[in-house]
């Protein structure tokens, strides 16, 4: 990063951590040059770049001050209590019903799973596709089929060893997406009618993924901010014969949560001690907030009990359908049944995806992606806390594009989305990121498309319907 990149950063965490409040004046251009030891231009660039993020304004005369937007006023999410049962899952037809009404590309798509496609180089990506097909050896049009693309893996090996992970290229298993690297992880380790535990609230694949395979979902509670109940984990697996854990412990969806470091080391010897394997999804670990990269729980493995997932749909090439999975001791199980199954991912989509990494781009493309994501955050808390009733609370995520919003108790999240998508708006109702279908007050909002007056307006009217439905 360059200094004044590094400079804004210091400058923004203090922000996020509440050391400088809203309305509060920054360090003056002057101040700041003396106590950071940098130049006056450097700081007038830092200072631009958080002006653009929505985290500085500049007042005429008085200098620069921290917008007072930035501090959402609403309470964070609650955290809900563990009931030590199984559940058989069964949720799919309320997924279907409500995935299949936010396919309107005319609805403001707040319930959207992904970001707006023009945040990605989609048209480098299709430079790529071209000359890497160009350039492949003919054979390996089938031999990438057994192994993967070597070069793409090679280059996923790479970034592990960015945030101290040496992983074996061949310990990397390439799948269609990382939808099917979460799948085969599941089927490597369990058995029609096992129990999982997974998180409450859990992204809703996650449930469809468990009725397919017959599976029973333990529910554990999730803090908004800290993640998974390690106390209410060590309870269910002291108790129920749990044959595997489903978690995201970085920017986890719906709720957006981030483990530390030190809770993730927890979480590991925790299931080290039962010897239950873990299956981490970390499918959002590139789209952090600020200048450290977020460490996964694989990275405390000494077993080879995690099997880390990972895919470029979320921050790179959304249809390319490319994902993988860092078995662990599982790894050869994984390779045969994937060679069982898909046999595949698509080889011309390996090879776009590993000649892009190659040629450079990635992380100016992923910090340019972080920057607008973190801003449309802003935007979006600013406006729920301008247009929702007070009691409503909301999750302020370190990242991603999912923000949580806990509504009182009397809205009904199903009947809001009907009337919401009667209006032109989508969101995601709670229900279908809970294997007992709770969360019924809750809902998912996303912030991965550019903020704009339509954004606003919706983001009143779905205001206005809540406070209407606590009238009625």
């Not at 939808?179 to 009618?193: F, I, K, P, W, Y």
């Amino acid at each position: 990063m360059k200094r004044y990149e590094q400079f804004a950063e210091e400058i923004a965490a203090l922000i996020r951590n509440g050391v400088l409040a809203a309305g509060e004046k920054a360090p003056s251009v002057r101040q700041a040059s003396r106590i950071y030891g940098i130049s006056q231009s450097t700081v007038f660039q830092a200072y631009y770049l958080l002006e653009s993020k929505g985290l500085l304004v500049a007042q005429e005369r008085s200098g620069y001050f921290v917008r007072a937007q930035q501090q959402a006023p609403l309470d964070e999410p609650k955290v809900y209590s563990q009931s030590l049962e199984s559940h058989e899952v069964a949720v799919s037809e309320l997924i279907f019903s409500v995935l299949n009404s936010l396919r309107d590309p005319n609805t403001v798509p707040f319930g959207s799973a992904f970001p707006d496609p023009s945040l990605y180089p989609l048209a480098r990506l299709a430079s790529c596709l071209s000359r890497s097909m160009k350039q492949m050896p003919e054979h390996e049009i089938v031999s990438d089929m057994t192994d993967g693309n070597s070069e793409l893996r090679r280059q996923i090996a790479l970034r592990y060893s960015q945030i101290g992970m040496l992983l074996a290229p061949h310990e990397l298993v390439i799948t269609n997406g990382a939808m099917e690297a979460l799948s085969l992880c599941l089927q490597s380790v369990t058995q029609a009618g096992d129990l999982v535990a997974i998180e409450s609230p859990t992204f809703y694949a996650c449930l469809q993924m468990l009725e397919r395979l017959q599976l029973k979902a333990v529910e554990i509670p999730v803090h908004p901010r800290d993640g998974i109940d390690l106390t209410a984990l060590a309870n269910a697996l002291e108790k129920l014969p749990i044959k595997a854990c489903w978690f995201m412990p970085t920017l986890q969806n719906p709720i957006g949560a981030t483990m530390s470091n030190e809770r993730k080391q927890q979480l590991y010897k925790l299931l080290q001690q039962h010897q239950v394997p873990l299956i981490e999804d970390d499918v959002y670990s590139e789209l952090y907030f600020g200048n450290t990269p977020n460490q996964p729980v694989k990275r405390y493995d000494q077993q080879g009990l995690v099997m880390h997932c990972g895919s470029f749909s979320k921050c790179l090439a959304p249809g390319y359908r490319i994902g993988w999975v860092a078995g662990g001791q599982f790894t050869e199980r994984i390779k045969k049944l994937r060679l069982m199954t898909t046999i595949s991912p698509a080889v011309p989509s390996q090879a776009a995806i590993a000649d892009y990494l190659q040629h450079g781009g990635y992380d100016l493309h992923l910090r340019r992606l972080r920057n607008t994501l973190e801003v449309q955050q802003g935007q979006m808390l600013a406006a729920i806390a301008r247009y929702f009733p007070a009691e409503a609370r909301v999750s302020r995520p370190q990242g991603s594009y999912f923000l949580w919003v806990e509504l009182p108790e009397a809205v009904d999240s199903l009947y809001l989305f009907q009337q919401a998508l009667n209006k032109g708006i989508s969101l995601a109702p709670g229900p279908i990121f809970s294997a007992s279908e709770k969360f019924r007050h809750c809902i998912r909002l996303s912030y991965g498309y550019p903020w704009d007056e339509r954004s606003e307006k919706a983001i009143a009217q779905l205001g206005l319907l809540v406070t209407q439905q606590l009238k009625s």
